[in-house]
């Protein structure tokens, strides 16, 4: 089985979908990061799980640490992928300049929304901000 970035929401039951935007929603999935084989996060739930990828915008294989044996897909991995394709998106909009008008545009609440959001969920934010503040 395959499932394409862009077309997983097709591939995927229901059930598992809507588990695994609430946990995307929530902001549960915290380490994404791209790799040479793929993708890979750690979901928070009621322990923390694994989640694999392997490929980039289309998916052969996945894995999750978490004991689910029901289906193809728990909804851990359905997590990953909204957050796979909402990472995707950012780095084509930031490519194209987007994210910087909005950076320039955007309002202070929802600035300090997001960076709340990276101290949660991005390892290395704290590091970075703690530089800054020095420099600044």
């Not at 229901?14 to 993708?39: C, H, P, S």
């Not at 989640?51 to 978490?66: A, K, S």
Request: aromatic share 10%.
């Amino acid at each position: 089985m395959r499932i394409s970035i862009d077309r997983f929401e097709e591939e995927v039951h229901v059930l598992i979908l809507e588990r695994g935007k609430e946990y995307f929603d929530a902001n549960q999935v915290l380490m994404l990061q791209q790799t040479t084989q793929g993708w890979t996060a750690v979901i928070e739930g009621t322990e923390a799980y694994q989640v694999l990828l392997e490929g980039h915008d289309e998916f052969t294989q996945w894995h999750c640490t978490c004991p689910f044996d029901r289906g193809p897909v728990c909804k851990h991995v359905a997590a990953v992928f909204y957050a796979v394709r909402e990472a995707i998106a950012i780095n084509r909009a930031h490519a194209g300049g987007d994210l910087h008008r909005w950076v320039d545009d955007a309002p202070v609440d929802e600035l300090r929304s997001l960076l709340r959001r990276l101290l949660r969920t991005h390892e290395g934010v704290q590091e970075e901000i703690y530089k800054w503040k020095q420099e600044h």
